[in-house]
């Protein structure tokens, strides 16, 4: 049977637009198995309906008929761009290592292509090294600007007791950056530990009496290239060194408020193996030429 139209099926996953009640109804399923049963805010089956029918975007991921993921947008305007507003995606925790989360970014903008949109946007945590990883480094998305506490507190178990800091990041899904990035072409890992050895550390770090990194220091980035640390394993941070949650979150933000300042701007995300750990870095450049964004850095 032929997949219908605005489908697309990649091993063992079918990706498409969620069409009926019990399918919307599964997203809500999904979003308490990601964020936990406790605080977690659902989406209501009628607003799923009326953004997919508006030119918003429900689509999933399904192995047969049960939902694995699910990337929910809406129009986004500026007043001067038209762009998609990407809301929310989340994977189930027994699909997460299955590439699913990524799947549903490059179905999403086939998708968003078809609406006639070359732009794509959303917020995230970043602290959190995996999501860095996929949105910075595995799509070539652009982060622009910081935002403190965006969404005050939240109590569901990823985010409780934690400032909801978020990064804003600009996807140019038609820019060739972006093509490359979704074809596999990355930089080595020589590339990035060079790149790392090379660039000044906004943030010093050093391990705790646990193992765990946790900052100590926040400087000005100077030269051509800076690189900003964060957890490798936030979870980690929290099971092991929960005291050092705060610590991470204001150095981060002063850290992306300082380079911003002076004009620095993310262009790749990496993790280096160094000394018999993995380290999660933003790099950063001065004053990028950047002709795939319209929006300029902003703190």
């Not at 995230?124 to 996929?134: E, T």
């Not at 140019?172 to 090379?198: K, N, Q, Y």
């Amino acid at each position: 049977m032929a997949a219908p139209r605005g489908s697309k099926e990649v091993e063992g996953f079918r990706f498409r637009r969620l069409e009926k009640p019990e399918e919307f109804r599964q997203v809500d399923e999904v979003i308490r198995a990601t964020w936990g049963t406790e605080g977690a805010a659902g989406l209501s089956p009628t607003l799923q309906r009326v953004l997919q029918d508006n030119g918003g975007l429900v689509l999933g991921a399904f192995a047969d008929i049960y939902l694995a993921g699910f990337s929910v947008a809406l129009l986004g305007w500026d007043g001067t761009t038209l762009y998609e507003q990407s809301y929310l995606t989340a994977v189930r925790p027994e699909y997460q290592n299955h590439h699913v989360g990524f799947r549903l970014k490059a179905f999403q903008r086939d998708e968003v292509l078809r609406l006639g949109l070359s732009e794509i946007r959303w917020v995230f945590d970043p602290l959190q090294s995996r999501n860095a990883w996929l949105m910075v480094r595995r799509l070539g998305g652009r982060p622009d600007r910081y935002y403190p506490h965006y969404f005050g507190q939240l109590p569901d178990e990823i985010n409780r007791g934690l400032e909801t800091d978020r990064i804003r990041l600009v996807w140019p899904i038609t820019s060739t950056r972006v093509e490359e990035r979704l074809a596999g072409h990355l930089p080595s890992r020589d590339d990035d530990r060079l790149r790392f050895e090379g660039s000044f550390a906004i943030i010093e770090t050093e391990p705790s009496e646990h193992g765990l990194r946790v900052p100590t220091a926040v400087a000005e980035p100077t030269g051509p290239q800076a690189h900003l640390e964060i957890p490798f394993d936030l979870a980690l941070i929290r099971q092991h060194e929960p005291s050092s949650l705060r610590r991470w979150r204001h150095a981060v933000r002063d850290a992306f408020r300082a380079a911003l300042d002076v004009g620095y701007a993310v262009d790749d995300f990496a993790v280096v193996p160094t000394d018999h750990e993995r380290r999660s870095f933003y790099f950063l450049t001065p004053s990028l030429a950047r002709t795939d964004s319209p929006s300029a850095p902003a703190a």
